[in-house]
């Protein structure tokens, strides 16, 4: 079946600019995850939805990041103001249990 | 202070020569422990989950145990298609994956 999908896969972008990723998880998976990738950070956890419930948000790094999920299923992460060290790539991750699979992700380069 | 710490950081293999490599977490109340591959430019590709101590999971050449302090993930006679960055992650409180910063594996012919 399809797996996670993200778009874009690369967005290049100016300082002090809004972005937008979007992430489509699996079909039937209930929960929702956005975790940055950072050479030199590793892999770090962002924001978690499931289901209908409040999302977990204590990984977002400043108040210009947020993300919204439409219907228990589409997901945008919006960076206001960008800066560059949101330079990274951002991947989606979806699940029905606590095994997570992760889409192709969106290489984010601020100028 | 890291609760998921890899080892070794880079590992370079000849095709065919076994070995492991280790995953270390200080974490309590282990939920689950997850091994995750990923090639360059993609998201990382699940492997295994093991939620108990003793416990092992294989997948082709692959193998990963559990104990209470580390895991392994072994691998068995590898080829140059094994070559990727192996990471290694932990759920203890929610369910957000904690990862370690990955060992990057090289299998040469």
């Known amino acids: 079946g399809a797996g996670v999908s993200q778009s874009p896969s690369n967005k290049v972008t100016e300082k002090g600019k809004d972005v937008e990723l979007r992430c489509d998880p699996i079909?039937?998976?209930?929960?929702l995850y956005w975790y940055r990738q950072s050479l030199g950070q590793g892999l770090e956890f962002l924001i978690y939805?499931?289901?209908?419930?409040?999302?977990?948000k204590s990984g977002l790094p400043s108040d210009r990041f947020s993300a919204e999920r439409t219907g228990g299923s589409v997901s945008t992460l919006t960076i206001q103001r960008t800066q560059q060290e949101d330079s990274a790539v951002y991947l989606c991750?979806?699940?029905?249990?606590?095994?997570?699979?992760f889409g192709p992700g969106t290489r984010l380069t601020v100028t | 202070e890291d609760q998921v710490t890899q080892s070794p950081e880079a590992l370079r293999l000849q095709e065919g020569e076994s070995s492991s490599l280790n995953c270390s977490y200080t974490?309590?109340?282990?939920?689950?422990l997850f091994w995750y591959r990923q090639d360059p430019g993609k998201g990382p590709e699940f492997l295994f989950t093991?939620?108990?101590a003793g416990e092992e999971k294989e997948k082709e050449r692959l193998k990963a145990t559990l104990t209470k302090k580390e895991s392994f993930l072994h691998i068995t006679a590898p080829k140059p298609e094994d070559s990727a960055t192996y990471l290694c992650?932990?759920?203890?409180?929610?369910?957000?994956?904690?990862f370690g910063k990955g060992t990057s594996l090289l299998v040469t012919p």
């Open positions: 093991l939620y108990s």
């Open positions: 992650a932990v759920i203890w409180s929610g369910y957000a994956l904690n």
């Open positions: 991750a979806s699940s029905f249990n606590y095994e997570q699979y």
């Open positions: 079909s039937g998976h209930t929960a």
């Open positions: 974490v309590s109340g282990l939920r689950g």
């Open positions: 939805f499931q289901g209908n419930s409040a999302p977990d």
